[in-house]
C-alpha cells in the first residue's frame, strides 16, 4: 500500500478527536487550512472513501431505498 498523502493524513489526524461520525463540511474546512489546498467536495469525499476501503477509518451506509447516506468516523478500539 502506498504512503498516504499530506491531505489523507490531515483527514486522519482531524478524526483522532472525534469520537463519533464526522461532519465532513468542517472537516474539509479544517483539512483545507491545515494543507493550504482546496478541492472540491467530491475530491475529499474520494479521499475518506478511500481511507475507508484502507482499513484507516470505519465507514456506515444507512439506507432508505434510492436514499443513501454514508458515515465516517475513527475506528473503535475493540476492548478484549
Same mark, same amino acid.
Given at each position: 500500500?502506498?504512503?498516504?498523502?499530506?491531505?489523507?493524513?490531515?483527514?486522519?489526524?482531524?478524526?483522532?478527536?472525534?469520537?463519533?461520525?464526522?461532519?465532513?463540511?468542517?472537516?474539509? $474546512?479544517?483539512?483545507?487550512?491545515?494543507?493550504? &489546498?482546496?478541492?472540491?467536495?467530491?475530491?475529499? %469525499? /474520494? *479521499? =475518506?472513501?478511500?481511507?475507508?476501503?484502507?482499513? $484507516?477509518?470505519?465507514?456506515?451506509?444507512?439506507? &432508505?431505498?434510492?436514499?443513501?447516506?454514508?458515515? %465516517? /468516523? *475513527? =475506528?473503535?478500539?475493540?476492548?478484549?
Amino acid at each position: 500500500m502506498s504512503e498516504l498523502g499530506p491531505v489523507s493524513q490531515a483527514i486522519l489526524d482531524y478524526m483522532e478527536g472525534y469520537f463519533g461520525y464526522i461532519a465532513i463540511f468542517s472537516m474539509i $474546512h479544517r483539512v483545507s487550512l491545515k494543507t493550504g &489546498t482546496s478541492h472540491t467536495n467530491h475530491w475529499y %469525499f /474520494r *479521499r =475518506l472513501v478511500a481511507l475507508a476501503l484502507e482499513d $484507516h477509518i470505519e465507514a456506515r451506509v444507512f439506507r &432508505t431505498g434510492d436514499d443513501v447516506v454514508i458515515k %465516517f /468516523r *475513527r =475506528l473503535q478500539e475493540v476492548e478484549e
